[in-house]
C-alpha cells in the first residue's frame, strides 16, 4: 500500500480490494486527503500550518472519525455501503452544528473508499450536495471546505491555529 497523496489511489486500492479494515482504509483516506490538500491552489499558509497539522494530529491519535474545524468525514469499512455511516456522520454533524449553537455551516463526507457522500448542515437542515465515487465527491467536498471561512469551533480549534 504506502503512502497516499491522492484520492484515486486509494479508490482503486479499494477497488482491487487491498484493505483488510476499516482502520486501514481511514489512514489511506486521510493521508490522501492531506496530499489533496496540499495539492490545491489556495493560501499554503492555511494548508502547512492548520489543516495539516490538524491531520496529522488526526492520523497519530488514530481517532475513529476525522473533525477539521467545521468538516467532517466518517469513514465505513472498505464497499460496505454507507447506510450506516450516514447516520453517524449526521450525528457527529448535528452536535457540532448545536455545539456552535446553528452559527455555522458543518459540511460531513462519508465513504467506503468505493462510494462517497457530501452534506452540509446549515440553518435550512441537511442536504446532500454531491453522491457517487469517492475521488470526484471527496475532491468536491474539500474544495468547497477550502473556499469557505474555516470557522472556530471548539479551544481546540484556537490551539490548532494559533498554536498555544
Known sequence: MGTYVRFSKVYDDVLAGRFANEAELRQAFVEALNGELQALEYDKYVADHVVSPAIDEVLREGRPDVRLFNFIVEVEAPQ???????????RYMGDLFDRAAGRIEVLGLVTDGDRAEFWVLDRRGFRREAEGDMPRVAALAIQMFCSRKIPVVTSRDLVRIFGV
Open 80 to 90: 460496505s455501503g454507507l447506510s450506516a455511516g450516514r447516520s453517524q456522520l449526521h
